[in-house]
């Protein structure tokens, strides 16, 4: 599958290194001359993989925006016709907004006026994208909208590299809810110190 991915920080550059793994064609998406995070990405998986955002997402089938929400306005009229395509919203507008909407995921569908939008892989930290095993078990995905064709290629995709399930949260009117959820990873994580290498998982009687 070609495969955009749209930012080249911790996440982007986790997912990357992931889904080439799983045997996916992924082109990053960026701005030139190349920043010094996707210089640092390049010596990974290859200056080969960059492209400008427009050709990455012309040549993609998926295209997943990592970058912060408020930088996504401006880079979602460069995807250009999306009307075949797959967008997973990797973001989380916990610090800041893109004004005037409440989320990236909200504003993706409101420019593109696609419907092929789901909110996954924002749940956890890039550590566990790039390791998502704990004792040798998969932790778990979640996702989130309307497209239920959306959401089942986010499952997919979870589980090729490597998590256990991808659980469904609902519709768009879930997806606000999700990253509160992603919230409560960052709280767990990082503000009350129990550290990054922790994951959820759904367990069941």
């Not at 030139?32 to 210089?39: A, N, R, T, Y």
Request: hydrophobic share 45%; proline share 4%.
């Amino acid at each position: 599958m070609n495969i955009a991915i749209i930012g080249t920080g911790n996440v982007g550059g986790a997912l990357a290194q992931q889904l080439l793994k799983a045997g996916h064609s992924v082109l990053m998406g960026v701005r030139f001359p190349l920043s010094e995070k996707s210089l640092k990405l390049a010596a990974k998986i290859g200056e080969d993989r960059f492209a400008a955002v427009e050709n990455a997402a012309k040549q993609s089938e998926v295209i997943i925006i990592t970058t912060p929400p408020d930088a996504a306005l401006a880079l979602i009229p460069q995807l250009g016709d999306v009307s075949n395509k797959t967008i997973i919203d990797a973001t989380n507008s916990i610090r800041v907004k893109p004004e005037p909407y409440p989320t990236a995921f909200h504003a993706i569908k409101a420019i593109t006026k696609s419907e092929q939008v789901v909110k996954c892989f924002n749940t956890t930290g890039f550590e566990n994208m790039l390791n998502p095993v704990y004792n040798g078990e998969g932790i778990d995905m979640f996702c989130a909208g309307n497209s239920k064709e959306a959401k089942q290629l986010a499952e997919k995709l979870s589980k090729e590299i490597g998590f256990a399930a991808c659980y469904d949260f609902g519709g768009d009117d879930k997806v606000e809810l999700l990253e509160k959820f992603a919230l409560s990873w960052i709280n767990l994580a990082i503000m009350q110190g129990l550290g990054r290498n922790l994951a959820f998982k759904v367990v069941k009687r």
